[in-house]
């Protein structure tokens, strides 16, 4: 028997729950580990460039993503229509920062911040393509896949972060956390949305 709209709700909330608890969790551990290995100068550092990209990301998703999950009905080429619209902002955004990364470096008065920020520039790129496919699974109720997307992508972060701040690469530990989450969570985005763009 099919479930009602209110019990798919329900499970989908438990989901969301158990999810955001674990990631609580995993970045909390995450945290406190690399805290004892790399330095505050480090996550300084990389802290000032995420605030810039923090705020790119909000001009980023521009409400198509709002968009995509209230609209009452969603053809298949207009979903296709959002993910390409979303692609070329992430682009045209990771281009801006990497053009940019010069300018922020001077900025802050630290050269180091210019490879950072042509590095972390590939953030909206990521979330311009992973954008609609999770959009699609939030229309389909399908709450219990974003979880396990979400916590996964957390998990290999924190791996790959650990791994690389065990390896002294400072910094970069954190930026490779960041990416490799984001990487991970828009692969099981797309494989669990099937979502094939035309």
């Given at each position: 028997?099919?479930?009602?709209?209110?019990?798919?709700a329900?499970?989908?909330?438990?989901?969301?729950?158990?999810?955001?608890?674990?990631?609580?969790?995993?970045?909390?551990?995450?945290?406190?580990?690399?805290a004892?290995?790399?330095?505050?100068?480090?996550?300084?550092l990389?802290a000032?460039?995420?605030?810039?990209?923090?705020v790119g990301e909000?001009?980023?998703?521009?409400g198509?993503?709002?968009?995509?999950?209230?609209?009452p009905t969603?053809?298949?080429?207009?979903?296709?229509n959002l993910?390409?619209?979303?692609?070329?902002?992430?682009s045209?955004?990771?281009?801006?920062?990497?053009i940019?990364a010069?300018?922020?470096?001077d900025?802050?008065?630290?050269p180091q911040l210019?490879?950072?920020?042509?590095?972390?520039a590939?953030?909206?790129?990521?979330?311009?393509?992973?954008?609609q496919?999770?959009a699609?699974l939030?229309r389909?109720?399908?709450?219990k896949?974003?979880?396990?997307?979400?916590?996964?992508g957390?998990?290999?972060?924190?791996?790959?972060?650990?791994?690389?701040?065990?390896m002294?690469?400072?910094?970069?530990?954190?930026?490779?956390?960041?990416?490799s989450?984001?990487g991970?969570?828009?692969?099981?985005?797309?494989?669990?949305s099937?979502?094939?763009?035309?």
């Open positions: 028997m099919k479930p009602t709209l209110a019990q798919s329900a499970r989908g909330l438990i989901w969301s729950i158990g999810g955001q608890g674990a990631i609580v969790v995993t970045q909390t551990i995450t945290i406190a580990v690399l004892r290995i790399i330095s505050p100068k480090d996550f300084g990389v000032m460039v995420m605030a810039m990209v923090n909000v001009l980023r998703d521009f198509l993503t709002s968009a995509a999950i209230q609209a969603l053809s298949r080429d207009e979903r296709s993910f390409w619209v979303n692609l070329l902002i992430g045209t955004l990771a281009l801006l920062f990497w940019s010069g300018a922020i470096a900025f802050y008065s630290n210019a490879s950072v920020t042509r590095v972390l590939l953030t909206f790129l990521i979330n311009g393509i992973a954008t496919p999770r699609n939030i389909d109720l399908r709450s896949h974003l979880a396990i997307a979400d916590v996964a957390v998990i290999v972060g924190m791996a790959a972060g650990i791994a690389i701040a065990l002294d690469y400072g910094y970069w530990a954190i930026v490779g956390m960041q990416l989450r984001l991970v969570m828009t692969l099981l985005a797309i494989a669990f099937r979502f094939v763009p035309s």
